[in-house]
């Protein structure tokens, strides 16, 4: 089902613009928790325990990258984002 107006357009595009940049700060979050975790391993522990955490977080991510990046349906990055969903989303109305 397409949208039917502007205001719709742009209210799907904020959401899934604004999905988006919610994974980006998810996996900038993951890569420095990990990376502290890491260094925490190395440098008081025997083994590296590190690794659990980082397996199970990163399941979750890459299950949060599923959610917005297949089946989903302010800042300059996000108005990009915005913009480039606005576009697709007006190419979709005007197909038949």
């Known amino acids: 089902m397409s949208p039917r107006?502007?205001?719709e357009?742009?209210?799907l595009?904020?959401?899934r613009?604004?999905?988006k940049l919610g994974w980006y700060i998810h996996l900038t979050a993951?890569?420095?928790v990990n990376l502290g975790?890491?260094?925490i391993s190395t440098q008081f522990g025997e083994h590296r325990w590190n690794l659990f955490p980082a397996l199970g977080w990163g399941l979750g991510l890459i299950f949060h990258g599923l959610s917005v990046w297949v089946l989903g349906a302010g800042s300059g990055l996000r108005e990009r984002m915005v913009e480039r969903e606005r576009e697709r989303l007006r190419r979709q109305r005007k197909e038949p």
């Open 5 to 7: 107006s502007e205001e």
């Open 30 to 32: 993951y890569v420095v």
């Open 9 to 11: 357009i742009d209210r």
């Open 37 to 39: 975790l890491y260094l």
């Open 17 to 19: 613009a604004g999905a």
């Open 13 to 15: 595009a904020r959401k």
